[in-house]
């Protein structure tokens, strides 16, 4: 007697709610992560957001004969707790640049110390309670309020809250990644040229093979030892300067390059290569004109991605000596830099209240990037994907 | 076709000298272009083709059909040294060509495969454009220079393989853009490009809808005057259709090696009779 569609269902009904149960579990564990994300940037944009802006008082500055020599002078004597001393100390150097100034008062609407730019913000702030009153008054009469924080993007490192900014970090950052790009873009691909399309398939390939696999999933901070290791100690190069952290990231960034490249050059169907043996290519021709063209997509994608994570990295550039205090911004690739997420590292441990909002602002600007090199990457895979 | 035959012994076919087919066609050219003698080749410890002779003729076309796995393919790219890229393979014996031995030391396989063509089982364009899958060679070799000179190859490659009409006004399209039929005809194109002497074609149609198999069949037809075509083919009719000497392999031997007409009519062979008359393989 064959079962009818009723007694089947009966008979499923306990497996269709498992596979619900099921269903539900997996997507409570996506929506937990998914609100681990929503938390993280909320909690970055708010305290990170308000370090875009800074606070500007105006103020009356006296450019006298004696206030050149003694800049902390150039405004009264209430005021001048209240204004950044590093405006201050450059009224010398203005003076000089230009002479007419001298014998002159003027109003002028200059950055005003952290702990004013804490208090307008409803933050914790160190000024006294008669500093507090003026400072209300001025927001009274709309002498001080909130602006663009210009000096965030613009300027190095300082120890005075309201003078640092990620200026000199970004430079580094830029300059370590070129270098970083420039020795294991070519040597990666190469590699992987080498290993996926002339070498023989033996034992000694194999072992280099484990072994790339092996470097990608290696501690970060041992990379930075090696770079310690070889390049400062034995070749001698700068310490702290991106020259030597480019390298050190290189060498970390290599077995991803290697592995995205070799994964890249494996989806390239063999029918191509065979075209190309089949009209009288050498290896190399058959590589550099039909494979390396169809793979170079993914070996982008690849590249950037490794980056990005180069990009992200702290730890071996502590041990190379990237992590350090750089208030100017400089080109060179043997000065000493420092890079973002070193900045950020060493905002993270200044004690003033006002470097939390820096260290927070520093992250949505690292994000920002990260974001936008990993969104490039997916558009170039999409662009150049090819249907078979 | 008459399939009128007698059985005969498996050993009957006797040749005066190794290598040649049993009986002439006597329409056929008789130049020899490849002359291959005791051809041994193992996959590791796999014996794949046993002791091969056979004088392949120019400007013939010569079909080489046999059951799947009897060695034809691998014979095929022994011509064209194709098999080197496979690490495990193993060859011993002549294959001969413009008098010099093609697995010899100083032989240069790339200078091997620009005298030696190949068409593949799949149609395999560059993913470039049409202009570009059929210069691309030419070019690599040295052979044209002139952006005059250039057009005028493509075009005249283009012409050969019966593509010209349908592709003239889309020559920087892609290649694989085209139809499966175009796209193999393209790739002859491509192969016809660089002039070469021979043409080898590894099951070129069995990717194709008949009427495109069709169209192939007469080019292989027309590129014969010029060209020296060596095909591996499933389809019996086909090899009767286009070719003027049919070797028959099984189980890496050569069977028997034969004038087409004489081959589907009255085969020499036992074996070679089954397989035509379709009682296996």
Same mark, same amino acid.
């Given at each position: 007697?064959?079962?009818?569609?009723?007694?089947?269902?009966?008979?499923?009904?306990?497996?269709?709610?498992?596979?619900?149960?099921?269903?539900?579990?997996?997507?409570?564990?996506?929506?937990?992560?998914?609100?681990?994300?929503?938390?993280?940037?909320?909690?970055?944009?708010?305290?990170?957001?308000?370090?875009?802006?800074?606070?500007?008082?105006?103020?009356?500055?006296?450019?006298?004969?004696?206030?050149?020599?003694?800049?902390?002078?150039?405004?009264?004597?209430?005021?001048?707790?209240?204004?950044?001393? &590093?405006?201050?100390?450059?009224?010398? &150097?203005?003076?000089?640049?230009?002479?007419?100034?001298?014998?002159?008062?003027?109003?002028?609407?200059?950055?005003?110390?952290?702990?004013?730019?804490?208090?307008?913000?409803?933050?914790?702030?160190?000024?006294?309670?008669?500093?507090?009153?003026?400072?209300?008054?001025?927001?009274?009469?709309?002498?001080?309020?909130?602006?663009?924080?210009?000096?965030?993007?613009?300027?190095?490192?300082?120890?005075?809250?309201?003078?640092?900014?990620?200026?000199?970090?970004?430079?580094?950052?830029?300059?370590?990644?070129?270098?970083?790009?420039?020795?294991?873009?070519?040597?990666?691909?190469?590699?992987?040229?080498?290993?996926?399309?002339?070498?023989?398939?033996?034992?000694?390939?194999?072992?280099?093979?484990?072994?790339?696999?092996?470097?990608?999933?290696?501690?970060?901070?041992?990379?930075?030892?090696?770079?310690?290791?070889?390049?400062?100690?034995?070749?001698?190069?700068?310490?702290?300067?991106?020259?030597?952290?480019?390298?050190?990231?290189?060498?970390?960034?290599?077995?991803?390059?290697?592995?995205?490249?070799?994964?890249?050059?494996?989806?390239?169907?063999?029918?191509?290569?065979?075209?190309?043996?089949?009209? &009288?290519?050498?290896?190399?021709?058959?590589?550099?004109?039909?494979?390396?063209?169809?793979?170079?997509?993914?070996?982008?994608?690849?590249?950037?991605? &490794?980056?990005?994570?180069?990009?992200?990295?702290?730890?071996?550039?502590?041990?190379?000596?990237?992590?350090?205090?750089?208030?100017?911004?400089?080109?060179?690739?043997?000065?000493?830099?420092?890079?973002?997420?070193?900045?950020?590292?060493?905002?993270?441990?200044?004690?003033?209240?006002?470097?939390?909002?820096?260290?927070?602002?520093?992250?949505?600007?690292?994000?920002?990037?990260?974001?936008?090199?990993?969104?490039?990457?997916?558009?170039?895979?999409?662009?150049?994907?090819?249907?078979? | 076709?008459?399939?009128?035959?007698?059985?005969?012994?498996?050993?009957?076919?006797?040749?005066?000298?190794?290598?040649?087919?049993?009986?002439?066609?006597?329409?056929?050219?008789?130049?020899?272009?490849?002359?291959?003698?005791?051809?041994?080749?193992?996959?590791? !410890?796999?014996?794949?083709?046993?002791?091969?002779?056979?004088?392949?003729?120019?400007?013939?076309?010569?079909?080489?059909?046999?059951?799947?796995?009897?060695?034809?393919?691998?014979?095929?790219?022994?011509?064209?040294?194709?098999?080197?890229?496979?690490?495990?393979?193993?060859? !011993?014996?002549?294959?001969?060509?413009?008098?010099?031995?093609?697995?010899?030391?100083?032989?240069?396989?790339?200078?091997?495969?620009?005298?030696?063509?190949?068409?593949?089982?799949?149609?395999?364009?560059?993913?470039?454009?049409?202009?570009?899958?059929?210069?691309?060679?030419?070019?690599?070799?040295?052979?044209?220079?002139?952006?005059?000179?250039?057009?005028?190859?493509?075009?005249?490659?283009?012409?050969?393989?019966?593509?010209?009409?349908?592709?003239?006004?889309?020559?920087?399209?892609?290649?694989?853009?085209?139809?499966?039929?175009?796209?193999?005809?393209?790739?002859?194109?491509?192969?016809?490009?660089?002039?070469?002497?021979?043409?080898?074609?590894?099951?070129?149609?069995?990717?194709?809808?008949?009427?495109?198999?069709?169209?192939?069949?007469?080019?292989?037809?027309?590129?014969?005057?010029?060209?020296?075509?060596?095909?591996?083919?499933?389809?019996?009719?086909?090899?009767?259709?286009?070719?003027?000497?049919?070797?028959?392999?099984?189980?890496?031997?050569?069977?028997?090696?034969? !004038?087409?007409?004489?081959?589907?009519?009255?085969?020499?062979?036992?074996?070679?009779? !089954?397989?035509?008359?379709?009682?296996?393989?």
């Amino acid at each position: 007697m064959p079962k009818s569609f009723d007694d089947i269902s009966a008979q499923l009904r306990a497996r269709h709610r498992k596979s619900a149960r099921l269903k539900w579990i997996s997507m409570g564990a996506l929506g937990l992560a998914a609100l681990f994300l929503v938390l993280f940037f909320a909690d970055m944009l708010v305290k990170g957001l308000p370090a875009f802006q800074q606070a500007q008082i105006q103020v009356e500055v006296d450019y006298s004969e004696e206030t050149s020599k003694m800049p902390l002078k150039a405004v009264d004597r209430d005021m001048s707790r209240l204004v950044s001393r &590093g405006f201050l100390r450059l009224i010398p &150097g203005r003076m000089e640049d230009n002479p007419d100034l001298l014998g002159t008062k003027k109003m002028e609407w200059v950055t005003a110390t952290a702990e004013v730019d804490q208090y307008l913000k409803g933050h914790y702030s160190r000024l006294k309670d008669d500093q507090k009153a003026i400072v209300d008054q001025l927001v009274d009469e709309g002498r001080a309020e909130l602006r663009f924080n210009s000096t965030f993007f613009t300027s190095g490192d300082s120890k005075m809250a309201e003078l640092s900014g990620i200026a000199s970090a970004a430079m580094g950052t830029v300059l370590t990644l070129l270098v970083t790009l420039a020795v294991s873009f070519p040597i990666g691909v190469m590699t992987a040229v080498y290993l996926e399309e002339f070498a023989p398939d033996n034992r000694f390939t194999q072992l280099i093979e484990i072994n790339i696999n092996n470097l990608a999933a290696i501690p970060s901070i041992l990379f930075g030892l090696l770079g310690l290791a070889v390049f400062i100690g034995f070749f001698g190069m700068p310490r702290s300067s991106p020259l030597v952290g480019g390298m050190t990231l290189a060498l970390m960034t290599l077995p991803v390059i290697i592995i995205a490249t070799r994964t890249a050059l494996r989806s390239v169907p063999d029918s191509i290569r065979h075209a190309a043996f089949g009209v &009288g290519c050498s290896r190399w021709q058959m590589v550099r004109d039909h494979v390396l063209p169809i793979a170079l997509p993914g070996i982008m994608t690849g590249s950037i991605i &490794g980056l990005a994570q180069a990009m992200g990295e702290t730890a071996p550039l502590i041990i190379v000596g990237m992590v350090a205090f750089i208030p100017d911004v400089s080109a060179s690739l043997s000065d000493a830099a420092t890079v973002l997420p070193a900045q950020i590292f060493t905002w993270a441990g200044e004690p003033e209240r006002a470097f939390i909002e820096k260290t927070s602002g520093g992250i949505l600007v690292l994000l920002a990037v990260l974001i936008t090199l990993n969104a490039t990457a997916v558009v170039l895979r999409k662009k150049f994907e090819r249907r078979w | 076709m008459n399939m009128k035959v007698t059985p005969r012994g498996e050993h009957a076919m006797k040749q005066d000298q190794p290598g040649q087919p049993v009986t002439r066609n006597d329409d056929a050219n008789h130049d020899l272009s490849i002359r291959v003698r005791d051809l041994d080749l193992w996959y590791g !410890d796999f014996h794949a083709l046993k002791s091969i002779n056979m004088d392949l003729y120019s400007k013939n076309v010569t079909a080489l059909i046999g059951p799947s796995g009897c060695g034809k393919s691998t014979f095929l790219r022994c011509l064209n040294r194709m098999n080197d890229l496979i690490p495990s393979v193993r060859i !011993d014996g002549l294959v001969e060509m413009d008098g010099r031995d093609v697995n010899e030391p100083k032989m240069d396989e790339v200078a091997l495969r620009r005298r030696v063509g190949m068409v593949f089982q799949k149609p395999n364009p560059f993913p470039k454009s049409i202009y570009e899958n059929i210069i691309y060679a030419p070019k690599m070799h040295d052979l044209v220079s002139r952006k005059a000179d250039q057009d005028e190859l493509v075009e005249r490659a283009l012409r050969d393989a019966g593509l010209w009409e349908e592709v003239k006004d889309k020559l920087h399209q892609p290649g694989t853009s085209l139809s499966g039929g175009q796209q193999q005809r393209l790739c002859i194109a491509r192969a016809i490009a660089v002039q070469p002497d021979v043409i080898l074609m590894d099951e070129p149609t069995s990717a194709l809808d008949p009427i495109s198999t069709a169209t192939i069949e007469d080019l292989m037809d027309k590129l014969k005057k010029q060209y020296t075509i060596i095909t591996v083919t499933h389809n019996m009719q086909q090899a009767a259709r286009v070719a003027d000497y049919t070797a028959f392999f099984h189980l890496g031997e050569v069977v028997e090696y034969n !004038d087409t007409k004489t081959m589907f009519s009255t085969p020499a062979t036992k074996k070679a009779e !089954d397989y035509i008359t379709g009682r296996y393989g």
